[in-house]
């Protein structure tokens, strides 16, 4: 530690546990804060003697303080716009109960205005493909149009209103990439896979008065949430113009409390119109700051296994109106790797969305083109891991790649029973290979995926369950417990490694000298209690940049 340091710290943080995070493994017990970063960081005696007249002393009493919680993959637009404005329906609610929720919120809305909301489990999803589940929605809204989002967020249930509104008839043609679910007689049943729900968000958005004020609840709210849970750096997986330019704004007037990392989108969002490909790719340059980076952009190579999207190697189980199919790529190769030059010729990253052991084989496969071609430079994601085909998961490694892992659903839930019927149990038996991916010398980085199957972006549960591969609390059920990481390798999945493969390793991710002060004050000392435990952990303080942006007392 330099003590010769010309300026006094803005800040010292004294008598704590400090988990600093980065490489060598240092364990500290204070440091100190100068303009924003890390300016040294010790012994408490040690840092205690760099304070001046106004120095702010972070007396922790024996708490752990560790590095803010970079999150390598969520979505701050809807998951704001969950917590801000829909109407919130628990996963584990049947059919009846959802409509029950929807009658009681028409019962408090005008005639015509959306019912919006979320998340209708997979498990539920599976019986509403019929129009007697649908005659019952309607009844529910009482003539207004409804939009609810499952737990993927791939796939929505509407009702009769709002498949008016999206002018889908029972002769319709189904949307490229999606399809309007039928019953045998060939009847809608509101049910939407995959691009049929772009449709439907479309015509939500229209009804949408002021859209420029509900963008700023939206990501205001998002921030916040954030920071309760201690996450201080967020890659934004999809992200369209209107976060661009909202995100811009608040950073601009010092309102933002989230360093965030975009990732423009390809091809047309599910969740949300608005330009995308080239055209969004060239508006996004005019973005870019210290806590806003425009560093990637977001490929879905496939669906998700629940409605049998999701390309996988082995044919899905044979359910109800199902055949036999394994699913399929949204690209060949050769048009992906297209799709990755683009993206590396503009200068950004990748992430790429494959939910399948067929589809990650095939983005590995693009993967290796590129690399041939460009060396080790270009940054390449690919989300989510949960099916890596064993003779694969050493490419992770050889390639660069980074493993994207996310959402938390390496444990057992409602989302892996969901898995289990659709998906043969040989797959199930080998999900989420977390230890050889890190074991192949794979960068391992969590993130949320928030809103997706999870109502918020509660790193804990997902650190606890990277440990114990049971259900947060602990349950004699597992998922490939053979994968289980250690607390420390969970935590650094949590941190440094996101932050190393957002390209911000040299600024964030651990408490290091020359590092911005993120940092986090929590209720228990994780390396003291019982690691079932952990998911109990609440964020008593977040700091971005040496300022707290948030107090659990306040």
């Known amino acids: ?44 005696e040690e840092i205690a003697r760099l304070a001046g007249p ?39 609610y049947g059919p009846e109960e959802v409509c029950e929720t929807i009658r009681a919120r028409a019962a408090e809305s005008a005639p015509g205005e959306w019912i919006v909301g979320g998340f209708v489990g997979s498990v539920t999803m599976a019986k509403l493909a019929n129009v007697e589940a649908l005659a019952k929605l309607d009844e529910a809204a009482g003539g207004r149009p409804v939009l609810l989002r499952d737990d993927t967020q791939h796939n929505r249930w509407v009702n009769s209103a709002a498949l008016q509104a999206m002018g889908v008839e029972d ?60 996450v201080t750096t967020a890659c934004e997986a999809a992200t369209m113009e209107p976060a661009l330019r909202t995100l811009s704004a608040m950073d601009a007037e010092g309102s933002l409390t989230l360093r965030v990392v975009a990732s423009t989108v390809a091809r047309p969002l599910l969740a949300e119109p608005g330009i995308t490909g080239k055209e969004l790719l060239a508006v996004s340059e005019q973005f870019g700051s210290e806590l806003l980076h425009v560093g990637f952009v977001k490929v879905f190579l496939d669906g998700v296994p629940m409605t049998r999207t999701a ?6 189980l044979p359910h109800g109106c199902h055949g036999e199919s394994a699913g399929e790529c949204l690209y060949d190769l ?24 067929a589809s990650t084989r095939m ?18 994601h690919i989300a989510h891991n949960l099916f890596v085909a064993p003779a694969d998961v050493r490419r992770f490694g050889e390639l660069g790649i980074v493993a994207d892992a996310s959402p938390y659903l390496w444990y057992p839930g409602i989302i892996q029973d969901s898995l289990s019927a659709c998906v043969p149990a040989r797959t199930i038996e080998n999900s989420w290979p977390l230890k050889d991916l890190l074991d192949s010398g794979a960068n391992v980085s969590a993130g949320s995926d928030w809103p997706v199957a999870l109502p918020a972006p509660h790193p804990w549960t997902g650190i606890e369950t990277m440990v114990t591969r049971e259900a947060p609390g602990g349950s004699a059920e597992t998922v490939n417990p053979a994968q289980r990481l250690t607390l420390h390798e969970a935590l650094v999945s949590f941190t440094r490694r996101p932050a190393e493969a957002l390209g911000l390793g040299a600024e964030v991710g651990s408490i290091e000298v020359g590092k911005s002060a993120d940092f986090l004050v929590l209720s228990q000392n994780l390396f003291e209690i019982e690691v079932r435990r952990i998911h109990e952990t609440d964020v008593l303080a977040t700091y971005l940049r040496g300022k707290q942006v948030y107090d659990a007392t306040s």
């Open 1 to 44: 530690m330099d003590e010769n340091l010309a300026k006094a710290p803005d800040l010292i943080a004294i008598r704590a546990a400090v988990f600093t995070g980065d490489a060598a493994g240092t364990s500290a017990e204070a440091f100190a804060v100068v303009d924003g970063k890390f300016s040294a960081v010790g012994s408490s």
């Open 54 to 92: 106004k120095t702010v002393v972070l007396d922790a009493g024996g708490k752990m303080l560790m590095p803010g919680i970079c999150d390598v993959h969520l979505h701050l637009g809807l998951g704001g716009a969950a917590e801000a404005w829909d109407l919130r329906i628990p996963p584990d």
């Open 171 to 230: 002769s319709s043609p189904d949307p490229e990439g999606g399809t309007y679910v039928r019953d045998e007689a060939g009847r809608l049943t509101g049910i939407l896979w995959e691009q049929a729900s772009r449709v439907a968000e479309e015509a939500f958005a229209a009804s949408i008065e002021n859209p420029d004020a509900r963008h700023r609840v939206t990501y205001e709210t998002a921030a916040k949430l954030c920071n309760q849970y201690g």
């Open 311 to 316: 390309a996988m190697l082995d044919p899905y």
């Open 334 to 357: 050769a048009a992906l790797v297209d799709e990755l030059e683009e993206a590396v010729s503009a200068g950004r990253g990748v992430k790429i969305h494959a939910a399948g052991d």
């Open 363 to 380: 983005a590995l496969d693009a993967i290796a083109v590129m690399r041939e071609r460009h060396g080790p430079a270009p940054r390449f």
